[in-house]
């Protein structure tokens, strides 16, 4: 039986993809495949080895790999015998040279994380530009700002809003920058040295990196920063959208009633209450956001690997790092389309907001907005000027 109920109450179908079986096998054969064109471009096989091996990986038959790679203990060993038998004898010894199982193992999860960002910025981005839209439709919209869960100064909605904005960007921003920093290849052999190539390893490297859109540098077989940093930044980008949620379903209790999650039919609604809107897409992110931590703690405590490979660290992280992924989607994906659609009673906002209404409080909210929507188009620039 499978668990798609249960992850699809928590993600989308496309990050699911990403992570899936057949995801994680056309990555790994990309491996084995490049490999072989680079290693023929080098002079270490010949063409037509690669042409076989190339062969080969096209015509892959996955069927029963998931129980032979648990037998194994690593998704390589029969994948790479399966390749064997797949090729002329004189071929075989042709496939996976100078790589070792890890290599496979990182790489694949590398390539596999460049495609979960893509669909993770997109969400990204749709939510910063619908929450940059609140800031300008309220930034005069008069509501009480509540500290400790208490009634306290003037605020307005669109500097609640900005604040949402800032922690969004910020996070962002941090996973960006991981993200770019784990997006390596793996290649080291048998000790992360690339022995088994000789003089040509670090151009073997290079090349197989360039070919894969990897980040090329030495091995890091048991330097696991960049994993742990690109885990980090996802569980807080869960905790910046979380944030956005707890807020919003505060400010939807009935006895508040300032904000409301969009209309949406079957959505929200209560199996023995029909009168309920429950907010079901913060639902999905502040579950998210409980899970998070627990799971980039993980990754933290497999840092201290064995030597030049490690023996539990190094693959625990893969199944982390596709959760964190596949939660940080399923939030980000629920919360765009609160935000997009977020229901704002400005009526309900005025008649708790302090009066009469404290001039110095509304320009101090006024300049946070301000000053919040230039970082906010700083961020912006960044990230076209990366593009």
């Known amino acids: 039986m499978s668990f ?11 990050m699911l993809a990403c992570f899936d079986d057949h995801a994680l096998v056309n990555a790994a054969l ?28 096209d015509g892959f038959d996955a069927t029963g790999l998931g129980d032979a790679a648990a037998h194994a203990g690593t998704l390589a060993i029969p994948l790479v015998a399966r390749l064997r038998a797949a090729v002329p004898t004189e071929h075989a010894a042709a496939i996976h040279v100078g790589a070792t199982s890890q290599d496979v193992a990182d790489t694949a999860m590398a390539l596999q994380v460049v495609q979960a960002m893509r669909l993770i910025d997109r969400e990204l981005d749709a939510i910063t530009a619908a929450l940059t839209q609140l ?9 009480l700002g509540r500290t400790l869960l208490q009634p306290a100064e003037l605020i307005t909605f669109g500097m609640r809003a900005a604040n949402w904005l800032l922690g969004v960007d910020a996070a962002h921003e941090r996973l960006t920058r991981e993200s770019l920093g784990a997006a390596q290849l793996q290649l080291g052999g048998a000790v992360g040295s690339l022995s088994a190539l000789g003089a040509a390893g670090p151009a073997v490297r290079d090349a197989l990196a360039a070919r894969l859109g990897l980040r090329a540098g030495p091995a890091w077989h048991s330097r696991r ?15 910046a959208i979380g944030k956005v949620a707890r807020d919003v379903s505060l400010l939807m209790q009935h006895e508040i009633a300032e904000v409301a999650e969009p209309a949406i039919a079957g959505r929200g609604g ?10 079901t897409g913060c639902q999905v992110a502040l579950s998210a956001a409980i899970r998070a931590p627990g799971l980039a703690a993980t990754l933290i405590a497999g840092m201290p690997q064995e030597l030049e ?6 693959q625990a992280e893969a199944p982390v790092i596709r959760e964190l992924f596949v939660l940080a989607h399923g939030a980000l994906h629920a919360m765009r389309i609160v935000i997009e659609g977020l229901e704002v009673d400005a009526a309900a906002m005025s008649l708790r907001a302090p009066v009469p209404v404290d001039r110095d409080a509304a320009i101090a909210a006024a300049r946070f907005v301000d000053e919040a929507l230039a970082l906010h188009d700083a961020v912006v620039g960044r990230r076209a000027a990366r593009t």
Do not use: Q
């Open 225 to 239: 920063d960049a994993i742990v940093g690109l885990g980090a930044a996802i569980a807080i980008v869960i905790g």
């Open 4 to 14: 798609l109920i249960a992850a699809r109450m928590t993600s989308t179908p496309e």
């Open 309 to 314: 490979r490690g023996l539990g660290g190094w």
């Open 270 to 279: 209560s199996s023995a209450m029909p009168y309920k809107r429950n907010p």
């Open 135 to 143: 800031v300008h439709a309220h930034a005069m919209t008069a509501a």
């Open 30 to 57: 990309a491996f084995e495949r490049e490999l072989a064109v680079v290693l023929a471009a080098h002079g270490v096989i010949a063409a037509s080895a690669a042409d076989a091996i190339a062969a080969a990986c």
